[in-house]
């Protein structure tokens, strides 16, 4: 059962370049949605789906870009990364749980992506 | 906007007392989750205890315990017989559950625990 797969786990990347951090999941989940893990902070999030096709800004959605075209597969992108975008990046998906207004509930985590740019 | 704030940067416990992390939050919602989610030195993000506004009873798992008081929006976690494995950052973390604002956490700014023999 592997859950949520992020990839690559870690990354050097240098300013101005682009690339994209691959997250997929194989629980059929609904939501989807990326996070930013930064020194003396929580996670902030970034982007996120409600389901294939629809996606939404969080709270520091700038510099990334996403698409969600299946259900398994939310990649993030950075179109032109800089030394600010320097973090650890979390990928995490859920369900609806049916009840409570149709909550997710139980939110699933990938094991991080380590992205230092330079 | 939810926020959420742990107030407390840094604990210690020694190995078998009780600690307890604190964890107050502010929203203008009546229906919510509430989390705790413990992170180790590998960063993973792992589960340890949620909290339905809707139900009064608090959660508890294991020797993981929550003290809810809505009234107050306060969410404190409380850890009885501490072992050295408990050592982690602690989050506490915010959920409105409408739909489309499922997995939208808010993240207080953790409590890095620290177990000692």
């Known amino acids: 059962n592997a859950g949520v797969t992020q990839t690559p786990k870690f990354q050097v990347l240098k300013t101005g370049q682009s690339m994209t951090l691959q997250c997929a999941q194989d629980?059929?989940?609904?939501?989807m949605s990326w996070y930013r893990q930064d020194p003396g902070m929580g996670l902030r999030l970034i982007h996120y789906?409600?389901?294939?096709?629809?996606?939404d800004q969080g709270e520091v959605p700038n510099g990334y870009n996403v698409s969600r075209s299946t259900t398994e597969d939310f990649p993030l992108r950075l179109l032109s990364a800089a030394p600010s975008q320097t973090s650890v990046y979390f990928c995490?998906?859920?369900?609806?749980?049916?009840?409570?207004?149709?909550?997710?509930?139980?939110?699933?985590f990938g094991e991080g992506s380590w992205l230092t740019v330079v | 906007a939810q926020t959420v704030t742990q107030s407390q940067p840094e604990m210690s416990v020694q190995e078998a007392e009780t600690v307890t992390l604190s964890c107050t939050y502010d929203?203008?919602?009546?229906?919510?989750?509430l989390f705790w989610y413990k992170q180790p030195p590998s960063r993973q993000m792992i589960l340890v205890i949620r909290?339905?506004?809707?139900?009064?009873q608090n959660a508890t798992e294991n020797r993981f315990s929550v003290n809810f008081q809505k009234a107050a929006k306060s969410f404190s976690l409380k850890i009885s017989d501490s072992q050295l494995g408990d050592t982690a950052m602690y989050f506490c973390?915010?959920?409105?559950?409408?739909?489309?604002?499922?997995?939208?956490?808010?993240f207080g700014t953790g409590t890095r625990l620290q177990v000692t023999l």
């Open positions: 909290q339905e506004a809707y139900k009064q």
């Open positions: 973390a915010f959920m409105h559950p409408n739909t489309g604002t499922a997995s939208k956490l808010t």
């Open positions: 929203t203008s919602e009546n229906n919510y989750y």
């Open positions: 629980m059929n989940h609904e939501y």
């Open positions: 789906s409600v389901g294939a096709g629809i996606t």
């Open positions: 995490a998906s859920s369900y609806s749980s049916g009840g409570a207004g149709g909550a997710g509930n139980t939110i699933y």
